[in-house]
């Protein structure tokens, strides 16, 4: 399992543990969050999306359990690895049942938690390929858009793209709206819910990551057509406006 660039949540009150997971990645180019209490944390895991969140159960203003079982009630389906100092095995039980993906008890050595962040990177991904079956196809000028709902991907003329669950319902709202604009902050409302606290350049970086992905892959195609004082739309053929 690689874990370059990756987007990590840690929701843990002890610094030294950022610290050390922080240098644990250092090599990875991978972004790791800290966020020392449980109200910031639960807040941040909502509103932005993570590979992986790593989640101490003793938190102040909220707990780890409290916040696991809301992340799934509210359908946040991050894996989540939980870490605390009680090794009880009921304790353990109950993460898992509320909807952990594992648990590593403190004190935990760098070594081991890379091993089960992999092993659960790993485990959802294989998931992912396993429910590989609520997809949708659009043929539209010479490109065909695969948009696979249960890994989050999207197949461009056979090359794969795995996008974050935002950015993956950002895309699909936009090719099943092709060629109409849309404000920000009416982008927001659609994806993010008529009631959320997003700012409206959490839309611009969201286009600018989805972009990034698709220059990877080399398709240089610029669907996302920014148009300028309004928003952006979704477009295929090559011309002649900015983004």
Known sequence: MNLNNKKILLIEDDKNI???????????????????????????????????????????????????????????????????????????????EIGADDYVTKPFSPRELRARIKAVLRRTENQKRENNSNSEVYDFSNFKFKLDNDDKSVSINNQIISFAPREFELFEF??????????RKNLLKNIWGAENNQEIRTID???????????????????????????????????????
Do not use: Q
Request: proline share 2%; net charge positive; hydrophobic share 35%.
């Open 18 to 96: 950022f610290e050390l997971v922080k240098a644990m990645f250092n090599s990875y180019n991978t972004e790791v969050v800290f966020k020392k209490d449980g109200k910031s944390g639960y807040k941040e895991a909502i509103e932005n999306d993570y590979d992986l969140i790593l989640l101490d159960i003793m938190l102040p203003e909220m707990d780890g359990w409290e916040i696991c079982k809301k992340l799934k009630e509210k359908k946040v389906y991050t894996p989540i690895i939980m870490l605390t100092a009680k090794a009880e095995e009921a304790d353990k039980v109950l993460g898992l």
């Open 205 to 243: 970086e969201h286009i600018k990551r989805i972009r990034r992905k698709l220059k990877e892959k080399n398709i240089n195609n610029k669907f996302i057509k920014t148009i300028w004082g309004t928003g952006y739309k979704f477009k295929f053929e090559e011309d002649n406006d900015e983004d």
């Open 174 to 183: 936009m090719i099943k709206n092709y060629n109409k604009v849309f404000s």
